[in-house]
């Protein structure tokens, strides 16, 4: 028997985007698709789609993205759903949906895009000098598993435990996450220059005249760090500005910022807020809504198999070993629970209804 949570979150790629254009027709939001190059594993055709509800010249825009983290786009899906179906729109205000940022990552059940980029650590100044990540450099051939055996895993792991003991476990969680631009075979790597999906969130920008509001709210929907089915709301900058008070008004002490050490994820670079903030104006400022999973280690091992995976010339993807590393990496972002959707989707409405009063006041 379906729950309403089971309604709302799908079973992969083409489920999720049936789901969305539905709810944007129910809704009756304006839809918008930007093709991507590349096919699904079924030959499908991989679209970032944008639904607009509300005015088009509204003053104030709130942006629900999804999806930049291809397999995490589900609870994301879920959630712009949720808020199509059943929440009204303040006045003055327009929703802009933009779903599968990363369609590539969700149809082949990856976090990463096609290059292995991570696509929220693409979003840094190209032209400028690339952040550095000394540490990473450091413990990079630890980082890559060599097989998919236990023995792989465990001789991995070891050696990051002994990287942990000298600098520190979170130091270790953030060298892994922070971003690096110098091993395109590593984790978290931001690439040399903007992706495809990067392109193409950069014409939406434009396209919808999203840099000309009064009011630009970015929330960004995320999944993997934190206590299973909590949900924080990061501010990824520093803790001082226009653009933290902004948030700080509406989530007031539930807010965080990468910049505290009890954040659930450490800074990190490339980020989406990033490109919104360099090309929008100062009114602007986008939140991770990260909704925990299952407890974060420095290793990372689910991930780090998954890139195995990925650095091999071809991939069975019948084999067993293929299959239940898959599986795991979904259950990592999108545990196969009900109590966890109903958690998210409680804390979904939660957030929206804290936006709306302030959006009222």
């Known amino acids: 028997m379906k729950t309403p949570a089971d309604r709302l979150f799908a079973k992969d790629y083409e489920d999720a985007r049936g789901k969305f254009l539905n709810a944007a027709e129910i809704a009756r939001g304006e839809h918008r698709a930007y093709g991507h190059s590349l096919k699904g594993p079924a030959g499908e055709h991989l679209t970032t789609d944008v639904v607009w509800l509300g005015e088009k010249d509204a003053a104030n825009v709130l942006v629900l993205k999804s999806g930049t983290h291809g397999v995490e786009l589900y609870c994301g899906s879920a959630c712009t759903i949720d808020i199509l179906l059943h929440q009204r729109i303040p006045n003055d205000w327009a929703i802009c949906c933009i779903h599968a940022v990363n369609p590539w990552g969700t149809a082949w059940g990856r976090r990463e895009n096609e290059q292995n980029i991570d696509l929220n650590r693409n979003y840094v100044d190209f032209d400028a000098?690339?952040?550095?990540?000394?540490?990473?450099?450091?413990?990079?051939?630890?980082?890559?598993?060599?097989?998919t055996d236990e023995a792989a895993l465990a001789a991995s792991n070891d050696a990051i435990t002994g990287a942990a003991e000298t600098h520190g476990a979170r130091a270790i969680l953030t060298a892994r996450s922070a971003g690096q631009y110098e091993f395109p075979d590593g984790l978290h790597y931001g690439g040399t220059g903007p992706t495809a999906s990067r392109l193409i969130m950069e014409q939406i920008i434009a396209d919808y005249g999203l840099s000309s509001r009064a009011n630009l709210i970015i929330w960004d929907y995320h999944t993997g760090a934190g206590p299973f089915g909590?949900?924080?709301?990061?501010?990824?900058?520093?803790?001082?500005?226009?653009?933290?008070?902004?948030?700080?008004?509406?989530?007031?002490?539930?807010?965080?910022?990468?910049?505290?050490?009890?954040?659930?994820?450490p800074p990190q670079t490339g980020l989406g807020s990033e490109l919104w903030e360099r090309l929008c104006g100062e009114r602007t400022y986008l939140l991770g809504l990260e909704f925990g999973t299952y407890p974060m280690t420095p290793s990372g091992g689910?991930?780090?198999?998954?890139?195995?995976?990925?650095?091999?010339?071809?991939?069975?993807?019948?084999?067993?070993?293929?299959?239940?590393?898959?599986?795991?990496?979904?259950?990592?972002?999108?545990?196969?629970?009900?109590?966890?959707?109903?958690?998210?989707?409680?804390?979904?409405?939660?957030?929206?209804?804290?936006?709306?009063?302030?959006?009222?006041?």
């Not at 690339?130 to 980082?143: F, G, T, V």
């Not at 780090?304 to 590393?325: E, G, V, Y």
């Open 230 to 265: 909590h949900c924080e709301p990061i501010f990824l900058g520093p803790p001082v500005g226009q653009h933290y008070n902004l948030a700080k008004q509406m989530f007031g002490p539930w807010l965080t910022t990468q910049h505290n050490d009890g954040a659930v994820t």
């Open 129 to 147: 000098p690339l952040p550095r990540n000394d540490l990473y450099r450091e413990i990079h051939a630890d980082l890559l598993v060599q097989g």
């Open 302 to 361: 689910i991930l780090r198999l998954d890139h195995f995976l990925h650095r091999q010339a071809s991939i069975d993807w019948d084999q067993p070993q293929t299959r239940w590393i898959k599986e795991g990496l979904r259950e990592e972002y999108d545990p196969q629970s009900d109590l966890w959707r109903q958690l998210v989707l409680a804390q979904n409405r939660i957030t929206f209804g804290m936006f709306e009063a302030w959006a009222n006041e």
